[in-house]
Structure formats: structure tokens, C-alpha cells
């Protein structure tokens, strides 16, 4: 049902390290660069990161991606930190959304909220 996702950031290169980071160890790699946005996918791009000059809002909203188990989650969490991330909630299973659902949130360095889950 969702064609894209795009986040509007502040400062692309400082983003492009978070994202790089955080979504390739879920097998997503970075499909489209140009000076004023990149964008991410396995097939095609899907995640798109849009130089906005300004930082947005807070609450702005958030993207969960999936990851195939729990070892990914744990990877793009780690890598999501050591690249200007904020830990949001470490990984972790949080049976309020299901037996094996395991999950960790992160702001981004806008303060955009990222989650990484995998269901096994």
C-alpha cells in the first residue's frame, strides 16, 4: 500500500550517516543521491531522506522498518547511535504489540523517530 516514505532533515550528509547506518544492516542500500536528497530500498527506493534547511518539528511522526531477525535490529540500533542517533527505546521484545515482537527506537539527528522491528 506505501509507495515511499520521505523525512525532510536539516543537514543531508549528517543524515545520509544516520540512515546509511542504521538501514544497511536491514539490506537496504542507498539508490538515489544528488545534492539535495538521497533515498534508500532493496528493489527500488523507498526511503526518502529530502534536504528540508531547517530542523522539523518534534513529534513529527515516525517509520518503523523491518528487520529479519533480532541480530539486525541490535546492528542498525548500534549503528543508529555511533551516527548521531538517540536512543529512544533500547532493542528489546515489547509483548504489548505481540509474543515476538522485538524492537528499538532511535531519533534521528533531526529528532525524527525511527523503529526497527522484527516479528521472529
Partial sequence: MIDHVGFEVADLARSARFYDAVLYPL?????????HAIAYGVNEPQVWIVVRGRIAAP????????????????????????????????????????????????RDPDGLRVEVVSRR
Fill in 27 to 35: 539490506g537496504a542500500r542507498r539508490m538515489v543521491q544528488s545534492d
Fill in 59 to 106: 513529534g513529527y511522526g515516525h517509520v518503523a522498518l523491518s528487520a529479519s531477525g533480532k541480530a539486525a535490529v541490535d546492528a542498525a540500533f548500534a549503528g543508529g547511535l555511533a551516527n548521531g542517533g538517540v536512543d529512544d527505546g533500547p532493542p528489546g521484545l515489547r509483548p504489548q504489540y505481540g509474543g515476538r515482537y522485538y524492537a528499538a527506537y532511535l
